[in-house]
């Protein structure tokens, strides 16, 4: 909580889309919920309706349901940084490999998973109740795939780390990779058992819409601002408010806009191209799987079988972007960089092109722990994604609503002992070295 309490916190700039997802374009059309219109009562105002808003929200309804909730969403479900994510639950850390296999180690990596588990049982939980088929969530695993020897040999250490802590997994060869993937580049893969994989936009609409009174969600309603009213808050929007005991921040890289965690955020957007539906036929191997690169900051792809034809995705490319904005011009520039990437692991797809090219933003955190706690006086943050929206986002989400609600569980303890996102070096400073150090990082990735 801030030392000296402030009264009012006003946003200075507010969510932008970027880019037409192809999750969401390719989805039967959706009515938006209502725009918020006059002054009403709630208990909790949730700010944002993405992954850690509307899993805080559900979590709230499972602990109390009398609990009013009202939800601002400054667009619509689907169409902002949640429906743009790859897809990924996960349930273990992408990199797990450390020469110093100590206790300390062992207790950060098993926090993490329970953290990653946390999130994933919650969406497990609604997949079954709603009776979602495996077109929105999938727990079909992941694949994590290289395509050179210094990929190979993160694999093979990645393995021996896993098989130290009991983790369930399976290398494959260069034969049993290609055999999966029908791409001839890759030379190794990982099977984890225990990723699931959503679409996305599918996934958080489904979230939203499934959620019952007294939780109310308004799309097309951004917060402008919130003050102090009494022992409450008042959040203001363009058409109406909201007069709320508690607020939860799930904004991510937004509650920066409001003031907070100034200078301890870093903005970075990542990009995705969406491929038109090919004749299955035209790609070997297996029609529906997922694979994150063997190294940091490479290359993601899934190949989506679908019932008009199969498409892949790619997903590279990494900017800074510290007015959390991108222009039309970015998202060429790494349509380009996918277009090559494509064409390299897929060579049989000369003849199919990109449909829909996009991008999503990212709160990321200098010491790599989350945007958390008890902000003010009634008022929660669930933000700082570091770049795992579906899995830290949602788990986040779960924890603040526990924290606003004073329920204890494990998961809250965990949070409750993460230390707070470390300053970030002055301006110029931090723009000359967060650009300088994604560079070297997708330079490092090298062909992955």
């Keep these: 909580m801030t030392q000296a309490a402030k009264n009012v916190f006003v946003a200075s700039r507010l969510p932008k889309r970027a880019g037409v997802s192809g999750w969401v374009a390719t989805l039967a059309p959706r009515t938006p919920r209502p725009v918020l219109n006059g002054p009403i009562m709630a208990d909790v105002a949730i700010i944002g309706g993405g992954f850690a808003g509307l899993s805080a929200a559900r979590r709230i309804s499972r602990l109390d349901l009398s609990v009013r909730v009202a939800i601002l969403e400054a667009g619509v479900v689907g169409e902002g940084p949640a429906g743009a994510n790859s897809g990924f639950i996960i349930d273990l ?29 919650l969406a497990s939980e609604m997949a079954a109740e709603n009776g979602w088929g495996k077109d929105v969530f999938d727990p079909c695993g992941r694949y994590s795939v290289a395509i050179s020897a210094e990929g190979d040999k993160h694999l093979e ?29 890759y030379t190794s893969g990982l099977f984890t058992p225990g990723t699931v994989i959503v679409q996305p936009a599918a996934y958080i609409r489904g979230v939203a819409d499934c959620l019952k009174e007294p939780v109310a969600l308004y799309e097309r309603t951004p917060a402008l601002s919130f003050e102090r009213l009494g022992t409450g808050w008042l959040v203001k929007t363009p058409e109406g408010s909201v007069q709320a005991a508690k607020i939860i921040m799930a904004n991510n890289g937004h509650s920066e806009s409001f003031g907070f965690f100034r200078g301890r955020l870093l903005h970075v957007f990542t990009y995705a191209s969406l491929t038109e539906a ?97 902000i003010e006086r009634g008022v929660f943050a669930a933000c700082g994604c570091n770049g795992l929206g579906a899995s830290n986002s949602t788990a986040s989400g779960i924890a603040a609503a526990e924290l606003a609600l004073g329920h204890q569980s494990e998961l809250g303890r965990i949070y409750a002992r993460l230390v707070a996102p470390t300053a970030l070096p002055p301006q110029p400073f931090t723009t000359i070295g967060a650009k300088a150090h994604l560079a070297y990082r997708e330079w490092r990735a090298g062909p992955e």
């Design 157 to 185: 250490d990645y393995a021996r780390q896993l098989s130290n802590m009991g983790e369930a997994h399976r290398l494959l060869n260069l034969r049993e990779i290609q055999a999966v993937t029908g791409s001839p580049v």
């Design 93 to 121: 850390p992408h990199e797990v490999s450390s020469d110093d296999f100590s206790g300390e180690w062992e207790a950060r990596f098993r926090q993490s998973v329970l953290i990653q588990r946390s999130a994933i049982a």
């Design 278 to 374: 090919f004749d299955p036929s035209c790609l070997d191997g297996e029609r529906k799987w997922a694979a994150t690169p063997a190294l940091p900051m490479g290359t993601t792809v899934r190949r989506i079988g679908t019932g008009g034809g199969d498409r892949i995705l790619v997903r590279s490319r990494y900017s800074y972007n510290p007015g959390i904005d991108i222009s039309d011009a970015a998202i060429r520039r790494a349509g380009r960089l996918h277009d090559g990437k494509f064409s390299q692991r897929f060579p049989t797809l000369s003849g199919v092109g990109m449909q829909y090219r996009w991008a999503g933003a990212m709160a990321l955190t200098r010491n790599h722990v989350p945007a958390f706690g008890e």
